[in-house]
Structure formats: structure tokens, C-alpha cells
């Protein structure tokens, strides 16, 4: 059994930061890649990014040079982490983790990122 533990998010003033957290632990292939998602009332849900168990992210053009994804492999988890800075209003959205490939994988709870002044 996997579980995906989300933590982080809030309220925060246009041009601040936060740092979104994502914990997939139990039976789990460490290699499996994390993708983090958003979405909003406004939007469809759209990939914000993805890191591969080896460090190597890619990211949406409209979060290119603000986010930053990193991880921490151990034998049976996998901790995520997003750094998002210079935040705008656009950013608002619940920011959902994905831990697994090819339709196999667990999601995150959600967590609500407000950024609003």
C-alpha cells in the first residue's frame, strides 16, 4: 500500500513564497517519477512540473525561473519538495502530488496555495 502525504501551502502576499512538501511512502518503487499538478475554478488542472528520482526536473513555462523541485529518495519513501518564489495572484490553485508512471501511481491529498494581497 502507497500513501502520499501532502504538507504546506496557505496565504500569501503576491511576490512571497512557499514551499509545498510531498511524502510517498509504503510499498513503493522509488524510482517512479513525482509530478506536481494544479488546478483552479478558472483553469484546467495543468502539470506544474516533475522530477525524476534522479534530480532532473522540467517545468510548465509559466512557473520557469520562480519553482524549483527537488526530492530525497530513501529505500521505501520519497519526499518531494516545491519552492515557489516571486508568487502571483495566477498562481493561486490547490497543488496536487502524483507519485508513479504510466497510470500507475497515488496522489496527494491537495493543498490550497492563496496568493492574494
Known amino acids: 500500500q502507497v500513501q502520499v502525504v501532502q504538507s504546506g501551502g496557505g496565504l500569501v502576499q503576491p511576490g512571497g513564497s512557499l514551499r509545498l512538501s510531498c511524502s510517498a511512502s509504503?510499498?513503493?518503487?522509488?524510482?517512479?517519477?513525482m509530478v506536481w499538478y494544479r488546478q483552479s475554478p478558472e483553469k484546467q488542472r495543468e502539470s506544474v512540473g516533475l522530477?525524476?528520482?534522479?534530480?532532473?526536473?522540467?517545468?510548465t513555462d509559466s512557473v520557469k525561473g520562480r519553482f524549483t523541485l527537488s526530492r530525497v529518495n530513501a529505500k521505501s519513501s520519497v519526499t518531494a519538495y516545491l519552492q515557489m518564489n516571486s508568487l502571483e495572484p495566477e498562481d493561486t490553485a490547490v497543488y496536487y502530488c502524483?507519485?508513479?508512471?504510466?497510470?500507475?501511481?497515488?496522489w496527494g491529498q491537495g493543498t490550497q496555495v492563496t496568493v492574494s494581497s
Open positions: 502524483y507519485f508513479g508512471q504510466s497510470g500507475v501511481g497515488s
Open positions: 509504503g510499498s513503493i518503487r522509488v524510482f517512479y517519477p
Open positions: 522530477i525524476t528520482v534522479d534530480g532532473r526536473a522540467n517545468y
